[in-house]
């Protein structure tokens, strides 16, 4: 046991004390940050170039063309803010339809597809004629009931841009609506209750000032926080599980090529110099999460957001963190030891990196249900209990107390199922020199010794 202590006592010493340490502590808050201060700067920032679109009118007698002409007109006469032009202008060609047959139109659509392709137009609309786009009378354009459109609209373009198709639809949608409204003398309140949508003002709950006994209107904020804890502390064990246990890796590896592992070997066994090196990151895990949780939780403190981060779940993520990382540090160096060189190590992290990133695949399904038969089953499924237990603990109203508790004994019994198995990988593969194992192999080892 005291050398078992010894060992993690070096390994976490080896990693908090370096530079490298300390500056991936400062660098990593600000390339998150720095991402989505980035992405705020950015989203004003628009192509201000030239986007030519042509357009065919194969429904004349409709009039849905000069709706859709003013709307150019219209949008291009607001594209300058002062002097600066802070959008891209819309030049419109209108094309003559050509012929009545389909193979006629399909044929003019790849001329006009030829020349998007070649750069000259970003794309072309075209407003179809037929029974499907005939209005009412006393319509002459819009859509339609929700079941088939009085005006079908054809867009094509090499582009995930809608440009023109999205402005034409929400001018045509603008004209049937003013449309209808006169045709039934409708007033403006009566129209606006008959078209528009229900609107919905989202807020957090209200709360009492135990100071005044006055009821606060809850913010939109505190809602959006109560989502985004969750998020950020299973991003945060993603992250910290990944920081310690790859370097764990690589380390193993070096000792490996470096002939130390031998003369570690020489005092210690195999099993006390794995789980030192597991203790150790594991205390290396803690304090970068001490770190990190620590100035989350001022700053929701500061901005009044602490409710969303509660002791119990911020209790419950030190345990899964530790778990995780135990777990996850067990098959690191599992890897490390059955390698030679680093170059080895790709193809048999790609399995453990597979198992670490699941939760971040069925994340966003959680967090919309966090309750369903998926998110609840995969949720005990020991290699994402961590991270996915915690994100439904942290969206209200959070789960019963007793799936936490079978999730930290489920996750115990794989991690000591993990530790066991890398011992016996390790006990062999720490040894091996010139030929790194192949994945067959580590499992004969585990079963076989």
Not at 312 to 326: G, I, S, T
């Amino acid at each position: 046991m005291r050398k078992m202590l010894v060992v993690a006592a070096r390994e976490y010493q080896a990693a908090v004390r370096t530079k490298t340490f300390l500056l991936s502590l400062l660098i990593m808050p600000f390339m998150m940050g720095g991402s989505i201060i980035l992405q705020v700067l950015l989203q004003d920032v628009v192509d201000t170039g030239d986007k030519r679109y042509a357009l065919i009118d194969r429904a004349p007698a409709k009039g849905a063309a000069k709706v859709i002409r003013d709307a150019v007109t219209a949008y291009n006469a607001t594209i300058h803010a002062g002097k600066q032009q802070v959008r891209a202008k819309l030049f419109l060609e209108e094309v003559p339809p050509r012929g009545a047959t389909k193979q006629e139109q399909g044929r003019q659509r790849y001329e006009l597809s030829e020349r998007v392709r070649q750069g000259e137009l970003l794309g072309f609309l075209e407003i179809l004629d037929g029974d499907d786009a005939t209005p009412p009378a006393g319509i002459s354009v819009g859509p339609g009931d929700g079941e088939k459109p009085y005006v079908l609209l054809r867009y094509e373009s090499n582009r995930p841009d809608p440009g023109l198709a999205e402005l034409a639809r929400k001018a045509l949608t603008r004209s049937f609506r003013t449309q209808l409204a006169k045709k039934s003398k409708l007033t403006e309140p009566e129209r606006r209750v008959l078209m528009e949508p229900v609107a919905v003002e989202a807020k957090g709950l209200s709360v009492l000032d135990p100071k005044t006994g006055k009821v606060e209107e809850g913010s939109d904020q505190s809602r959006i926080a109560a989502i985004v804890a969750p998020v950020g502390l299973t991003m945060l064990m993603f992250m910290v599980v990944l920081m310690g246990a790859t370097p764990l890796m690589q380390g193993v590896v070096e000792e490996k090529m470096q002939r130390i592992a031998e003369v570690l070997l020489g005092s210690v066994r195999p099993f006390e110099l794995m789980m030192g090196k597991l203790i150790g990151m594991a205390g290396v895990s803690l304090t970068i999460t001490a770190v990190y949780l620590g100035g989350a939780y001022w700053a929701a403190l500061h901005y009044g957001f602490a409710e969303s981060l509660g002791w119990d779940l911020l209790l419950w993520f030190v345990a899964y963190q530790v778990l995780a990382a135990l777990m996850y540090g067990s098959l690191f160096i599992a890897i490390g030891a059955a390698c030679t060189e680093m170059k080895e190590t790709q193809n048999l992290l790609l399995p453990v990196m597979l198992l670490v990133s699941l939760p971040m695949f069925i994340i966003g399904s959680v967090l919309r249900e966090p309750n369903n038969p998926v998110a609840v089953g995969m949720s005990f499924f020991p290699f994402a209990t961590p991270m996915l237990m915690l994100t439904r603990m942290g969206i209200p109203p959070g789960v019963p107390w007793w799936q936490p508790v079978v999730g930290v004994v489920l996750v115990l019994l794989t991690t000591v199922l993990c530790v066991w198995a890398a011992g016996r990988i390790f006990r062999v593969g720490i040894l091996m020199q010139g030929k790194g194992a192949r994945l067959g192999e580590m499992f004969k080892w585990v079963f076989r010794g």
